[in-house]
């Protein structure tokens, strides 16, 4: 497994990667990239270290040790391992980077046991497995077309989609363009797949493809959004941008460009029933939403703490009101928990003895994080309110002689001084009301899914499971008591029968 340092050096391979129009030489020491790679490097040395090594770290069927969240799980206890290992790491960035190195175990853990899936490519896909277990490589996806014309079907964009356009004896050619990669900049490969079935109007199987690619492959260019480490870097100091200053996994579009695909880096090609089911089908939909459930339930441990001690600070905690909706926030960290525990301890039974994790819980979770995301950020600029608006302007306000009194007099809070209340409540702005905090709550809305198919897919798995059949049979339970002579069975009595009691 790498090192921090090792996964640091790893990043200047050659990669291209624009940002502001501008090629990033080296994104270990570029403002945008540098201390968010140091977070991700910072993670790779707690595979390592004493303290947390053996939370995070396993060993596997083929003797590597590896996050326990890459190993094939067959029960809840391998489960529970990782998910508790999926948790440690993301307390070092308090649950704020989602895409972190483990995040695609979520389809990288299943590639031993559900081999034979991937006809043609089974050895493809263990190999796969066993070089992530060993080396825990960090791996973005891109699984969602670029918003051109979606009115459009598929083979009336082929200028835009990624599709094969060459086939060789080494590989595949394959170009367009994929959305959003996540930490694409400081990642090792990018997984490229379809989310959703394709329209293969013209019965064209180029689309349907599965497969990895190196981040320094010669034709493959990322082209980032703004980068908030950097405005943070420019505009402040950590002490005014303290999440967006070191935990910004900045997304990108990836645009392949003519780029080769070595035949041993692709799991599908042309066989449009494993491109269009792999979503359901490999698990890939319960482990990425365990991962993002654990990752949601540590932030608002986080969130939690904060409107807390927001509320402390401000001598509000102790109000009726204000103590309900602290309830709300901690009512929904206990839900997430609780759903990330019955992912794990409750799970579905796969093939070859693969424990997956709970398909109704996970589905729980996908439809309800949105919205309680949401519901949390309204707490806290209902409850926080005004405080968040009158905050001064930057550290540097501190750091001048002649305001700093009116600071200490005017900016204090209950039982702490002004600076330390500043720096509080400047915390709450950025994971609400920076762009970052814009950004994360556009990523918590989006994370699972489009929003109506997280709903529409609760059901859809209720119907798969046999569980809205169940639903349906207690309510006939419930309606075979009566007809339209009365009741059915001696348990109630009719209004024209008399009632028998015992002398």
């Not at 003797?63 to 029960?75: A, V, Y």
């Not at 890939?284 to 600070?313: I, Q």
């Not at 569980?467 to 419930?478: I, L, M, N």
Request: glycine share 8%.
């Amino acid at each position: 497994m790498y090192t921090g340092k090792e996964y640091l050096e790893s990043l200047n391979d050659g990669r291209v990667v624009y940002l502001n129009g501008e090629k990033i030489d080296d994104v270990t020491k570029h403002p945008a990239y540098r201390n968010s790679a140091r977070s991700y490097a910072r993670m790779y040395d707690a595979l390592h270290e004493p303290e947390t090594r053996d939370i995070l770290t396993a060993t596997n069927e083929y003797g590597d040790r590896t996050h326990k969240f890459f190993i094939t799980p067959k029960s809840s206890e391998d489960l529970l391992g990782a998910r508790n290992a999926i948790a440690e790491w993301s307390k070092l960035s308090f649950g704020f980077m989602g895409r972190t190195p483990d995040y695609k175990a979520s389809f990288i853990g299943h590639l031993e046991g559900l081999a034979s899936y991937y006809e043609g490519f089974e050895d493809n896909a263990k190999a796969w497995y066993k070089k992530a277990a060993k080396e825990v490589p960090f791996v973005n996806h891109t699984i969602i077309n670029p918003q051109v014309d979606r009115s459009k079907p598929l083979h009336e964009n082929k200028d835009v989609y990624v599709r094969a356009v060459a086939e060789k004896d080494d590989g595949i050619i394959v170009s367009g363009a994929k959305m959003v990669g996540t930490a694409a900049a400081l990642t090792h490969y990018n997984f490229v797949a379809n989310y959703g079935p394709m329209d293969l109007g013209d019965g064209d199987h180029s689309h349907a493809l599965i497969f990895f690619v190196p981040m320094n492959a010669p034709g493959v260019k990322m082209i980032s959004r703004q980068s908030f480490e950097l405005q943070a870097a420019t505009n402040g100091t950590p002490f005014d941008y303290p999440l967006s200053s070191r935990f910004d996994e900045n997304d990108a579009v990836i645009v392949l460009d003519n780029v080769l695909i070595p035949w041993e880096d692709v799991i599908c090609y042309k066989n449009v029933r494993i491109a269009n089911n792999f979503v359901p089908e490999s698990g890939f939909v319960n482990r990425f939403t365990f991962h993002g459930c654990t990752r949601l339930a540590v932030k608002l441990d986080f969130m939690t703490g904060l409107l807390l001690k927001a509320t402390e600070s401000a001598g509000t905690n102790k109000f009726r009101g204000v103590q309900a909706q602290i309830g709300e926030v901690v009512a929904l960290r206990n839900m997430f928990w609780g759903l990330s525990t019955a992912m794990a301890a409750d799970p579905d039974q796969g093939p070859n003895g693969l424990a997956i994790p709970n398909g109704a819980s996970s589905a729980a979770y996908r439809a309800l994080a949105p919205q309680s995301w949401v519901k949390v950020k309204n707490i806290f600029e209902q409850v926080v309110a005004g405080g968040l608006i009158q905050l001064p302007s930057s550290a540097n306000d501190f750091l001048n002689s002649e305001l700093k009194p009116y600071l200490d007099q005017y900016y204090r809070g209950t039982g702490i001084g002004a600076e330390e209340k500043v720096k509080l409540l400047k915390m709450v702005w950025d994971t609400i009301g920076t762009e970052f905090g814009g950004r994360h709550e556009l990523y918590e809305v989006n994370y699972a899914g489009n929003h109506e198919n997280i709903r529409m897919e609760a059901l859809f798995q209720a119907e798969a499971a046999g569980a809205a059949d169940r639903y349906k049979g207690f309510v006939e339970t419930a309606m075979q008591d009566y007809d339209l002579n009365g009741w059915t069975n001696d348990t109630w009595v009719n209004a024209d029968q008399k009632v028998l009691t015992k002398q």
